[in-house]
C-alpha cells in the first residue's frame, strides 16, 4: 500500500518566519501534487511536481521533489498570516485501470501577526 | 466559473436515514471522485467515475452508492446513515487522471446522530 506521510502535523509561527513541510514515502510517485485547503473550504491545487529533482517557485512557496520521487518539500518564506492553512500533499496510484490521487493527513499550518 | 458545486453545505441525520449528496461540475471534465476527509486523516477516496455510465469503487465504499447518468452531476447517496458516517464529504473532478490536478467543491459536512 503506497502511503504518504507529512509532517510536522502542527506548526504553529511568527509572520515573517520561514518554514518547511515535508511529504514523504517509500513508494515511487510519477508525480506529486500540493493543496492549500482554507477551513469551510475544498482543498486547492498549488503545485505539481513531475520531475525528479525538480524545484517550483510560486510567489515565496518553494516546492521540490526529491530526486528518487519518493519525497516533496514545501518552502515558505516570510509567512504571512495569510499562508494559514492545511497543506496537503497527494500522488496518484494506479488501480482498477485508472490513476487516483491518494493525500497524506497534511500539516495545519497557523501563522499570527 | 461556478467549477464544482455541491449541496447540501452541512446536514444533521439521524442514525438508519438516508439522504443523497449532490454534486455537479460545468468543466466538462470525464473524470468526478467523492472523497471524505476525517481529522488527522487525510482525504480518503470512496467512489470514482470515469465518464457518464461508468463508477468504481475507491478505498472505502462501504456504506454508499454512486450514480453518473450525465457528464455533470455525480450524487452519492448513503442509505442507512451510521455514526460512522460522520465527516466532510468533498466531490472533485479533473480533466485527466493521476497528474492532473483536482478541482474541488467545498464539501458538506454531515453529522450522524
Known amino acids: 500500500t503506497q502511503l504518504l506521510e507529512q509532517s510536522p502535523q502542527f506548526l504553529s509561527i511568527q509572520e515573517g518566519e520561514n518554514l518547511t513541510v515535508y511529504c514523504n514515502s517509500s513508494?515511487?510517485?510519477?508525480?506529486l501534487q500540493w493543496y492549500r485547503q482554507e477551513p469551510g473550504e475544498g482543498p486547492v491545487l498549488l503545485v505539481t511536481?513531475?520531475?525528479?529533482?525538480e524545484v517550483k517557485k510560486l510567489k515565496r512557496l518553494t516546492f521540490q521533489f526529491g530526486d528518487a520521487r519518493k519525497d516533496s518539500s514545501l518552502h515558505i518564506t516570510a509567512a504571512q498570516p495569510g499562508d494559514t492553512g492545511l497543506y496537503l500533499c497527494?500522488?496518484?496510484?494506479?488501480?482498477?485501470?485508472?490513476?487516483?490521487?491518494?493525500f497524506g493527513a497534511g500539516t495545519r499550518l497557523a501563522v499570527h501577526p | 466559473n461556478a467549477g464544482v458545486t455541491q449541496t447540501p453545505k452541512f446536514r444533521i441525520l439521524k442514525i438508519g436515514q438516508s439522504m443523497t449528496l449532490q454534486c455537479t461540475q460545468d468543466?466538462?471534465?470525464?473524470?468526478m471522485y467523492w472523497y471524505r476527509q476525517d481529522p488527522g486523516m487525510g482525504l480518503k477516496l470512496i467512489y470514482y467515475?470515469?465518464?457518464?455510465?461508468?463508477?468504481d469503487k475507491g478505498e472505502v465504499p462501504n456504506g454508499y452508492n454512486v450514480s453518473r447518468s450525465t457528464t455533470e452531476d455525480f450524487p452519492l447517496r448513503l442509505e442507512l446513515a451510521a455514526p460512522s458516517q460522520t465527516s466532510v464529504y468533498f466531490c472533485?473532478?479533473?480533466?485527466?487522471?493521476?497528474?492532473?490536478?483536482?478541482?474541488f467543491g467545498s464539501g458538506t459536512r454531515l453529522t450522524v446522530v
Open positions: 472533485a473532478s479533473s480533466y485527466g487522471t493521476g497528474g492532473s490536478g483536482y478541482t
Open positions: 513508494s515511487v510517485f510519477s508525480s
Open positions: 511536481v513531475v520531475t525528479g529533482g
Open positions: 497527494a500522488g496518484p496510484v494506479f488501480s482498477g485501470g485508472y490513476n487516483k490521487l491518494i
Open positions: 468543466m466538462n471534465h470525464n473524470y
Open positions: 467515475s470515469v465518464g457518464a455510465g461508468i463508477t
